[in-house]
């Protein structure tokens, strides 16, 4: 699959963004690989290098609404990151059929790496107005509940739906509504 043909035009402004899994492995249906996700975020927050709005981590990909001085920098960092953490966390607990799936599946220009993790891109939108947040919201928070994992929003774990909520979620995100 080639380079997305997804842009991000106002590096600064608001964005809804979906991270991939490459196959679609259920990597994030382990705890310890969604918490890695959820490290990973909260970091670039505290650094001051994201602003989180929203976010769902489902089994295989995960949801954002965030904004950055170069959210493609932040976001290429975030996945580059994740991704080797993950990959050696595979490698330490010693779970070959997902490694070798990811080096099964690893595009031929990735010649720096054995392994691919993520999907190449991040399929950016740049949220253009209350009503569009507002769906984004909506669709994202929705997730699992679509997929019958949950009764409510507010149920799924790995989820800024409790925040919006005004209960207490896994990270910080600053309310967009």
């Known amino acids: 699959m080639g380079r997305s043909r997804y842009k991000v035009y106002e590096i600064d402004r608001p964005h809804f963004l979906t991270a991939t899994v490459v196959r679609w492995l259920p990597v994030f249906a382990h705890p310890p690989a969604a918490r890695v996700v959820l490290d ?3 970091y670039l927050q ?3 290098r994201l602003t989180l709005y929203a976010y769902v981590i489902m089994e295989n990909h995960l949801h954002l609404i965030a904004a950055a001085d170069d959210l ?12 080797r953490k ?3 966390w595979l490698h330490e607990t010693k779970r070959r059929a997902m490694l070798d799936a990811f080096r099964e599946h690893k595009q031929a220009h990735k010649k720096d790496r ?3 993790f993520w999907q190449e891109g991040n399929h950016p939108q740049q949220i253009q107005g209350a009503e569009m947040l507002r769906q984004k919201l909506e669709y994202l928070h929705g997730n699992p509940v679509r997929r019958g994992y949950v009764e409510e ?3 799924w774990r790995y989820s800024s739906a409790r925040n919006y909520a005004g209960l207490p979620g896994l990270l910080e995100v600053t309310l967009a509504l």
Do not use: N, P, V
């Open 46 to 48: 505290r650094e001051g």
């Open 72 to 83: 493609r920098r932040e976001m290429r960092a975030f996945k580059s990151y994740t991704a």
């Open 40 to 42: 990973a975020l909260g």
């Open 153 to 155: 929003a507010i149920h």
């Open 86 to 88: 993950i990959i050696d």
């Open 114 to 116: 054995l392994h691919q």
